[in-house]
């Protein structure tokens, strides 16, 4: 990824392109704090996303009224300057369309445009770096040793030894992370390098554990290109869908080559905040014991989900065979020859059956609702393609600027650019989506037809790329029920809504998790899961996100309604992206940087 850039500064020649008379205008007008002025620069139908660098949050405001409330809001204190249009992340599109970047009163930014008659239509400004607090990298990256005789010197390891043992003990850590999958790693590998003291805990023996321990089938259903970590992409010879054992070996070698202050075998117990002394009281138990630490800030880096979403069905406490929830799923072989039924039909439920297929079990999917598919190449080629592939590598398209165009468009027209992808994907793949229905498989494409990522978005579940189970439900080697509810069980079989009774030797409930803030009713409290409200959804209005509209993922990343309390989730992609900006806002708050917050989520909905 390059660093370097050629800045072509605003000027106001009669040769000027469009964006560079925007931004001088635009500039102009903040710099003699003309709200008025620079809100008229903005088409009215226009959107402004911030991530941190304008509101030390993560919001998207709509409309002039909403550029203009924002900006009288925070403008006396940001002091934007300096907007440019910048080559740093190579040509943007056109004549309508530009990177560009800016400073504020405290750190670096950088983002994107899009005019539309001469006015903004879409604006993304990022935070990227902290004035005087920048990440050590290339010319700033540390000599690694002390050259000369100097006495009594400690070595790299002497060092990160003295301060692993003191870490937790004899000095607190800044921040606490809970959750040492690839999210809390992200998160702590930024936080590293920001020089902010942090300690992850995990309850697995070690890194990489929480793919480990999945069923042995799982893999990466998203491209390597979309996967990488910061600061460390994976080799060009890795896989194009990473195995769970690999990705897991991989986590483990990044927590050590990023210097990690990982504790594995670490169960958080319980958490509680001390609204006089501004800190955590954080209890864990490491190899059997209790330990306290006193962290500022608290992240849940659990994943986008919350705790497994078990059903309630009469005749569990009956039932004679292996029952458990997918993601407790301990693989195929032990079920060689027996009969199993997987209740759901998303990813995990048809990654279950495909594998206990593969063994020679006798699987039946329950499919209770419609699934949203689409097959993996087709996804690939059509719905990644142009951001992450080889082919988009190859035409000098990076992660980072991979990541700011994907980020640069508002959520509330993503379904608009979407809808498109997946038309193109039904009419690609309709001999595949005929078949899967003449099987009986419920199929939709989304509640408006913008297809997987929007559901993703909006409810993170409700769909399946498909790498090889819906040929063998379309074949009938996976048997289905559709459009049917489980009854009860009985002691060796399960009772469905339309009569049948499906004899089983094994049932997986691949029904899904609940919301993230049910991991702080487990931690802190049920109060503050309440005060913080559910996390993920958009607001849509659309099945299972229910409004009002949002604009943003609620609680994901940023400031939430009880203090010095974040969470972190998501996949690699957001784990990867949104880390920079959560590490930001935490290394602000650190060096006593003011972080006044604009547009604090208000909460519409409990979990």
Not at 157 to 163: A, S, W
Not at 256 to 282: I, P
Not at 418 to 428: G, H, L, N, S, T
Request: charge should be negative; aromatic fraction near 8%; hydrophobic fraction near 35%.
């Amino acid at each position: 990824m390059t660093e370097t850039s050629t800045d072509r500064p605003v000027d106001t020649s009669a040769t000027e392109t469009a964006v560079t008379k925007w931004l001088g205008e635009f500039e102009k007008a903040l710099s003699v704090q003309d709200i008025d002025a620079a809100a008229g620069l903005f088409v009215d139908d226009c959107y402004w996303r911030d991530l941190v660098a304008f509101t030390w949050n993560i919001v998207t405001v709509e409309g002039v009224e909403g550029v203009r409330h924002m900006l009288g809001q925070t403008l006396e204190r940001v002091q934007p300057i300096g907007f440019s249009v910048t080559d740093e992340l190579g040509e943007a599109g056109g004549p309508t369309e530009s990177w560009i970047k800016f400073e504020t009163s405290v750190g670096q930014g950088i983002g994107h445009i899009r005019l539309r008659d001469g006015k903004a239509w879409t604006l993304l400004t990022t935070l990227n770096d902290l004035k005087g607090h920048e990440e050590p990298k290339r010319d700033r990256r540390p000599m690694g040793t002390e050259h000369g005789a100097v006495r009594n010197r400690q070595t790299w390891l002497e060092q990160r030894r003295h301060e692993a043992e003191e870490l937790g003990r004899v000095t607190q850590p800044y921040v606490v992370i809970v959750g040492g999958g690839q999210g809390g790693i992200a998160l702590g590998a930024r936080l590293r390098q920001l020089r902010v003291p942090t300690i992850i805990v995990d309850r697995n023996p070690r890194p990489g554990d929480a793919w480990r321990k999945r069923y042995k089938s799982l893999t990466l259903h998203d491209p390597v290109w979309y996967d990488h970590l910061p600061y460390i992409d994976f080799p060009p010879n890795w896989p194009v869908f990473s195995p769970k054992d690999k990705i897991a070996d991989w986590l483990e070698m990044y927590t050590r080559v990023m210097e990690l202050n990982y504790w594995d075998s670490t169960e958080c117990k319980r958490a509680s905040y001390n609204e006089t002394a501004k800190e955590w009281k954080v209890v864990v138990e490491r190899d059997g014991v209790e330990m306290t630490l006193r962290p500022k800030h608290l992240v849940l880096a659990t994943g986008m989900a919350g705790k497994p979403s078990m059903p309630d069905i009469p005749g569990m406490d009956v039932f004679k065979g292996d029952q458990h929830h997918s993601s407790q799923h301990p693989g195929p072989d032990a079920y060689r020859g027996k009969k199993a039924v997987v209740i759901g039909s998303n990813n995990s439920a048809h990654d279950i059956c495909a594998a206990l297929w593969e063994v020679g079990a006798d699987v039946t999917m329950v499919q209770r609702s419609s699934t949203h598919v689409s097959r993996s190449d087709s996804l690939m080629e059509l719905g990644l393609g142009a951001l992450y592939s080889e082919s988009a590598v190859e035409s000098g398209m990076t992660t980072q600027k991979a990541d700011l165009t994907f980020a640069s468009i508002p959520y509330r027209l993503l379904h608009v650019f979407q809808i498109p992808v997946y038309d193109a994907i039904r009419e690609r793949d309709a001999d595949f989506y005929a078949r899967l229905e003449k099987a009986g498989f419920m199929l939709d494409f989304g509640d408006d037809n913008s297809g997987l990522f929007m559901k993703y978005l909006r409810r993170g579940s409700g769909y399946y790329i498909d790498v090889g189970a819906s040929e063998l439900v379309a074949n009938g080697d996976i048997k289905l029920e559709s459009g049917v509810d489980v009854v009860r069980l009985t002691k060796d079989a399960i009772v469905l809504s339309n009569g049948k009774s499906l004899p089983a030797d094994l049932v997986v409930y691949a029904t899904g998790y609940g919301s993230m803030n049910g991991w702080a009713a487990d931690l802190i409290s049920p109060e503050v899961a309440a005060k913080v409200g559910k996390c993920w959804g958009l607001g849509s209005g659309t099945t299972k996100d229910p409004g009002p509209w949002e604009g943003e993922l609620r609680n994901m990343w940023k400031p939430t309604q009880q203090e010095a309390l974040w969470f972190h989730g998501g996949n690699l992609h957001q784990s990867r992206h949104y880390s920079l900006y959560l590490a930001l806002q935490l290394k602000a708050r650190m060096e006593g940087i003011p972080t006044p917050v604009y547009g604090l989520q208000t909460v519409h909905h409990l979990s």
